[in-house]
T-cell receptor
Framework: AQSVTQLGSHVSVSEGALVLLRCNYS??????LFWYVQYPNQGLQLLLK??????LVKGINGFEAEFKKSETSFHLTKPSAHMSDAAEYFC????????????FGQGTELSVKP | EAGVVQSPRYKIIEKKQPVAFWCNPI?????LYWYLQNLGQGPELLIR????????DSQLPKDRFSAERLKGVDSTLKIQPAELGDSAVYLC?????????????FGPGTRLTVL
């Protein structure tokens, strides 16, 4: 079975500050990991994904995440927050014989203060 | 390129009434997914289609929910009868292939309110 835990349902940062959203996963098979962003009344948009290879993954809008197998983590970071980054962020895992079945965390709402 | 289209965007119904949601995936995408998103939660897979075949419907409550994907393109998700607990956002997604690494593209969702 696979699962995802996102630490902190709400994170608030100041504009220009570092963004760090935490994600830990559980998987009995090599995982594929994803970060999605959801703006109000919109669908989810892929930020980045880890499948194989390089463990530091760069995505859109300046976000990146690092796969750390020893820590079973896939934390999302951005060096400098912008007001437009305010949204809900979801970490998801799949792999093995799950096909395309994504298992999502409960989400982290990011607020950015001026 | 057009994204995943869903309609209606919002639906309000009385309990025990039927309701249907429609999804048009990205052109050429063979795999289609329906997810349920409760307030404050991440999406949960209801059913996954590869072309016309439902390959994973283990999370679909079959006593009241049904889905179809005729001709392997558009899909419809139906609830009959609706219950208060069905109030949620129903998301449709599509991907080019069926592999776990294929990116899933999501539609804007249908927000269902059951009174």
């Amino acid at each position: 079975a696979q699962s995802v835990t996102q630490l902190g349902s709400h994170v608030s940062v100041s504009e220009g500050a570092l963004v760090l959203l935490r994600c830990n996963y559980s998987s009995s098979v090599p995982p594929y990991l994803f970060w999605y962003v959801q703006y109000p009344n919109q669908g989810l948009q892929l930020l980045l994904k880890y499948t194989t290879g390089a463990t530091l993954v760069k995505g859109i809008n300046g976000f990146e995440a690092e796969f750390k197998k020893s820590e079973t983590s896939f934390h999302l970071t951005k060096p400098s927050a912008h007001m437009s980054d305010a949204a809900e962020y979801f970490c998801a895992v799949t792999g093995g014989n799950q096909g395309g079945k994504l298992i999502f965390g409960q989400g982290t709402e990011l607020s950015v203060k001026p | 390129e057009a994204g995943v289209v869903q309609s209606p965007r919002y639906k309000i119904i009385e309990k025990k009434q039927p309701v249907a949601f429609w999804c048009n995936p990205i052109s050429g995408h063979n795999t289609l997914y329906w997810y349920l998103q409760n307030l404050g939660q991440g999406p949960e897979l209801l059913i996954r289609y590869e072309n016309e075949e439902a390959v994973d419907d283990s999370q679909l409550p079959k006593d009241r929910f049904s889905a179809e994907r005729l001709k392997g393109v558009d899909s419809t998700l139906k609830i009959q009868p609706a219950e208060l607990g069905d109030s949620a956002v129903y998301l449709c997604a599509s991907s080019l292939g069926w592999h776990a690494t294929d990116t899933q593209y999501f539609g804007p969702g249908t927000r269902l309110t059951v009174l």
